[in-house]
């Protein structure tokens, strides 16, 4: 079966760009949850989106935002780009219920210049 | 406030035992959880504990004190392999938000010959 899924890997942006970043949960996985992880540091909680509804959101700017796709897929968005949001960005699926560990995915590297 | 701290690094020698420890002061709490990192991977899932005492699984075990904000990591028969980013995190919410998990900045375990 196959993972969490994530495109692109790795991009290159300049300051003030745009960006769009896709995962594709683990099939039967209604939860899907944004992270960025700075280098050296832990993940941090960006949003969390469940039967297309946000359930959750950090601290993070109006710049981000996202949503979640009949399918259970879902994007996340940036604008106005900044050179300190140059991140690892990780999505992860999981089911409601139990433990509901987080499977993550091998995340898009984003550079901003 | 959400706080949760790990040692920065450790370094150990292959075939021995290594605790790492976590202390965490979160909001709500409904669920620790491990997760291993090698670099330039995504997280993986380790281990889940809600009730206070040790879960042990193979290699690794975990334990966890509510009262004490208190958690750690045991690793025990060290391989090469295990030289990895640890990370501890928290959910403080319960069901509904599932996918938001607190992490802390993670442990860079080296495991020496």
């Known amino acids: 079966d196959a993972g969490v899924t994530q495109s692109p890997t790795h991009l290159i942006k300049t300051r003030g760009q745009h960006v769009t970043l896709r995962c594709s949960p683990i099939?039967?996985?209604?939860?899907v949850s944004w992270y960025q992880q700075v280098l050296g540091q832990g993940p941090q909680f960006i949003f969390q989106y469940y039967e297309k509804e946000e359930r959750g959101r950090g601290n993070f700017p109006d710049r981000f935002s996202a949503r979640q796709f009949p399918n259970y897929s879902s994007e996340l968005n940036v604008n106005a780009l900044l050179l300190g949001d140059s991140a690892l960005y990780l999505c992860?699926?999981?089911?409601?219920?139990?433990?509901?560990?987080?499977?993550f995915g091998e995340g898009s590297r984003l550079t901003v210049l | 406030g959400q706080n949760i701290d790990q040692p920065t690094e450790m370094t150990a020698t292959e075939g021995a035992i290594v605790q790492i420890n976590c202390t965490y002061q979160?909001?709500?709490?409904?669920?620790l959880f491990w997760y291993q990192q090698h670099a330039g991977e995504a997280p993986t899932f380790l281990s889940y504990n809600v009730l206070d005492g040790l879960e042990e699984k193979g290699r690794f075990s975990s334990f966890l004190s509510r009262s004490k904000g208190y958690s750690y990591l045991l690793l025990k028969e060290l391989q090469m392999k295990d030289s990895a980013s640890y990370l501890c995190?928290?959910?403080?919410?319960?069901?509904?938000?599932?996918?938001?998990?607190?992490f802390g900045q993670g442990t860079t375990l080296q495991v020496k010959p």
């Open positions: 099939s039967g996985h209604k939860s």
């Open positions: 979160t909001s709500g709490f409904n669920g």
């Open positions: 992860a699926s999981s089911e409601m219920g139990g433990a509901g560990e987080l499977f």
């Open positions: 995190a928290v959910r403080p919410d319960g069901s509904g938000n599932t996918g938001k998990l607190i």
